[in-house]
Nanobody, 124 residues
């Protein structure tokens, strides 16, 4: 059973920063692409950022491009999401997910393992 454990969420003022971490309990972590998604209150889950198994391909949602940075440490089985210049509209539950393959994808159906989520709240 693969487990994904997110951490790093919290309450921050607009303009601030947070760094989310996701530790994956799997020996073949470096074979899979990883992604971050978020679900704002009352809305559907949406893609935020992804990273291929090699780390070379990192697509972002337009709303976070230039402010968020995804990275991974394959030696630590961990994927990160550095979030800078946070806005109130970034408020959501953030989920870490493992892709079905090594190629990064932007749709939820391409991810088969999910964390429990971590709350990020940005105050104005």
């Amino acid at each position: 059973q693969v487990q994904l454990a997110e951490s790093g969420g919290g309450l921050v003022q607009a303009g601030g920063s947070l760094r989310l971490s996701c530790v994956v309990s799997e020996d073949t972590f470096n074979s899979y692409a990883m992604g971050w998604f978020r679900q704002p209150p009352g809305k559907e889950r949406e893609f935020v950022a992804g990273i291929s198994s090699s780390g070379r391909n990192t697509p972002y949602a337009g709303s976070v491009k230039g402010r968020f940075t995804i990275s991974r440490d394959n030696a630590q089985n961990t994927v990160y999401l550095q979030m800078d210049s946070l806005k109130p509209e970034d408020t959501a539950v953030y989920y870490c997910a493992r892709s079905r393959t090594g190629a990064v994808a932007t749709t939820t159906r391409m991810y088969d393992q999910w964390g429990q989520g971590t709350q990020v709240t940005v105050s104005s």
